[in-house]
């Protein structure tokens, strides 16, 4: 089994601990975030989406120009552009950037989030409006001959794209979401579906709720699943720990934490989003989980983003990692609170073990299956 690991970048150096510096556009800073993870042996690196922050294609567009191999997962809420122009933007940066794009679908956690980009519509309309989305999305870059679409959101007349994307047969769809209307409209469309770091067992159960909504949509190539977290990593365990609590410390001492995706902005605000209610409710039930999994940093945040670390040495936070992967999980989405710095510390610590672990694995069981 392959696993795909993910990073995250943005425009300039900012997290939970970190209070933004330098310019809202860092363009040095990009190049080196963007260096950073590709020479640490990421796969992808996810540019995120807020209300205030700049546009990530655009982001991404630069990033990949600075860049040669890395991929870039570009979050994307449905709602606020055409689906057909969405289509033609992605597959335009798809064919610029020699196939390196996928698209992250976030159909909005937060009313007020929602609200300040002019989007009223409540929860439950937000993801009926999605999965109308994603159907002419897939279908612009999909279709062989025009095509026209009546629907209750969107309606298209002879829709005929000229730029179609690099990848065959299109760009790869990501879908986050926890809620019993996130799995029904992923598990439709999603080639991976995007899951925060949760105990073992609950984030069984997502998995296993996310393939029956494949199953009810009437597919067989069941989503792939990927798995967010926030690996603090120590020489020792005892280190890794003391890390662990002066950034915890830090987050309290911001009052939340800083930035716009993950900070004081969403904080001020009750989670309504239920992917931050299963973090707080799991932190409830107490701060260590299984192997490695600490989830005080998520209820410190206030779970407002991917926010729950696996603290310990690299093995053990490369076994906690693979303990996912046993689960089913093919996707690990890894992001530090010290951004730039830990992305070169996990190519250099983190991510050669758990590749060396599943190559291991797979040795043995081709040696295993020639013997059989």
């Known amino acids: 089994m392959t696993v795909e690991f993910i990073g995250m970048i943005g425009s300039q150096h900012v997290s939970e601990t970190h209070p933004a510096s330098g310019p809202v556009v860092d363009r040095e800073f990009v190049r080196r975030f963007t260096r950073a993870h590709e020479e640490a042996g990421f ?9 205030s922050t700049p546009e990530g294609l655009q982001i991404a567009g630069y990033a990949a120009a600075h860049s040669d191999r890395l991929g870039f997962l570009v979050a994307h809420r449905p709602g606020f552009v055409a689906p057909t122009l969405a289509a033609r933007t992605y597959a ?20 007020a989030e929602q609200r300040r980009d002019g989007d009223f519509l409540d929860k439950d309309e937000r993801y009926d409006r999605t999965d109308e989305y994603l159907d002419v999305v897939i279908r612009t870059w999909t279709a062989d001959a ?21 990848q065959q047969p299109r760009i790869p769809v990501y879908f986050g979401g926890s809620s019993a209307a996130a799995y029904r409209v992923g598990g439709k469309h999603a080639d991976v579906f995007a899951l925060w770091g949760e105990p073992l067992a609950g984030t069984t159960e997502q998995i296993a709720a ?5 199953r009810a949509a009437g597919r067989t190539d069941l989503p792939r699943i990927s798995v ?11 280190q890794a720990w003391e890390r662990a609590h002066r950034i915890l410390d830090r987050i309290h001492a911001a009052n939340g934490g800083h930035g716009s995706f993950t900070g004081t902005r969403m904080h001020s605000e009750r989670p309504s989003n239920v992917g931050s209610r299963r973090l707080l ?7 260590r989980h299984d192997r490695a999994l600490w989830t005080a940093t998520a209820a410190a945040s206030g779970a407002a983003g991917n926010s729950t670390a696996l603290v310990g040495t690299p093995q053990t936070v490369a076994a906690a990692l693979l303990d996912y992967v046993d689960i089913g999980v093919s996707t690990l989405l890894i992001r530090g609170y010290d951004p730039l710095d830990d992305a070169v510390a996990y190519g250099r610590e983190l991510i050669p073990l758990v590749r060396q672990e599943l190559g291991r694995r797979q040795a043995a069981a081709a040696t295993t299956g020639a013997r059989a």
């Open 43 to 51: 796969d992808k690196v996810l540019v995120g989406y807020s209300s």
């Open 92 to 111: 335009t940066l798809d064919q610029l950037s020699g196939g390196r794009v996928a698209m992250h679908v976030i159909s909005g956690g937060s009313d």
């Open 146 to 166: 025009p095509f026209s679409h009546h629907g209750r959101h969107y309606r298209v007349e002879d829709v005929d794209a000229e730029i179609r994307p690099l």
């Open 210 to 214: 996310v393939h029956a909504a494949a």
């Open 228 to 238: 967010s977290f926030r690996p603090i990593l120590g020489a020792t365990e005892e």
């Open 281 to 287: 409710a799991a932190a409830e039930k107490g701060e």
